[in-house]
């Protein structure tokens, strides 16, 4: 069984730093593309990041491109998205989600983590 | 950047009606070398995260319920439930995969009258 664990998330001021992790079981993690999609509170979904199965490609959403980075350690079966310059409406709960073998599309979800921007 | 634009916002059934969500794309997402319409649907239940339903526009998930059926191609689409239970009260959303930024819809609210 596929399973995806949100950490790292909780409250923080205006233009700090946060480090989100998504523990993967259940499947080769080094086989997948990894994305990381957000849901403000009350909100929407908004894609915010994938990264390639090797880690060698990356994409990003304009709302955060330059602030965000995300990462993998395929021997930790690990995703990674680090957050700086954050500001009040990056606020969200934040999922990492399993990308298709075939496609950009998302066949499983974490439970997700809240960051809460806030002074 | 392609815009995905779902309606109604809002949708009040009662059970066992056909309850019908319209997604439609601000460019087309088929793509002519495999013919294939990138295009998913999804159901977030409260408090949950989202379920994936249906992929390449039509095809079901495995484990989802033969209700739920996807259709249309290039930039109108249609996630489809005949028979409305109480368990598919949720938000359904619809996300284009035909190229990054991988946009979602705003999202459809389905209640049960």
């Known amino acids: 069984e596929v399973q995806l664990l949100e950490s790292g998330g909780g409250l923080v001021q205006p233009g700090g730093s946060l480090r989100l992790s998504c523990a993967a079981s259940?499947?080769?993690?080094?086989?997948?593309?990894m994305t990381w999609v957000r849901q403000a509170p009350g909100k929407g979904l908004e894609w915010v990041s994938f990264?390639?199965?090797?880690?060698?490609?990356?994409s990003y959403a304009d709302s955060v491109r330059g602030r965000f980075t995300v990462s993998r350690d395929n021997s930790k079966n690990t995703l990674y998205l680090q957050m700086s310059s954050l500001r009040v409406d990056d606020s969200a709960v934040y999922y990492c989600?399993?990308?298709?073998?075939?496609?950009?599309?998302?066949?499983?979800w974490g439970q997700g983590t809240l960051v809460n921007v806030s002074s | 950047d392609i815009v995905m634009t779902q309606s109604p916002d809002s949708l009040s059934m009662s059970l066992g009606e056909r309850a019908t969500i319209n997604c439609k794309s601000s460019?087309?997402?088929?793509?002519?070398?495999?013919?294939?319409?990138?295009l998913a649907w999804y159901q977030q239940k409260p408090g949950q995260p989202p379920n994936l339903l249906i992929y390449?526009?039509?095809a079901r998930e495995s484990g989802v319920p033969d209700r739920f059926s996807g259709s249309g191609s290039g930039t109108n689409f249609t996630l489809t439930i005949s028979s409305l239970q109480a368990e598919d009260v949720a938000v359904y959303y619809c996300?284009?995969?035909?190229?990054?930024?991988?946009?979602f819809g705003q999202g459809t609210k389905l209640e049960i009258k």
């Open positions: 989600a399993k990308n298709s073998t075939v496609d950009y599309y998302f066949d499983s």
């Open positions: 259940g499947f080769t993690f080094s086989n997948y593309v």
């Open positions: 990264i390639s199965d090797s880690g060698d490609r990356t």
């Open positions: 460019q087309t997402i088929l793509y002519s070398s495999d013919n294939k319409n990138y």
């Open positions: 390449w526009a039509s």
């Open positions: 996300q284009q995969y035909y190229t990054s930024p991988f946009s």
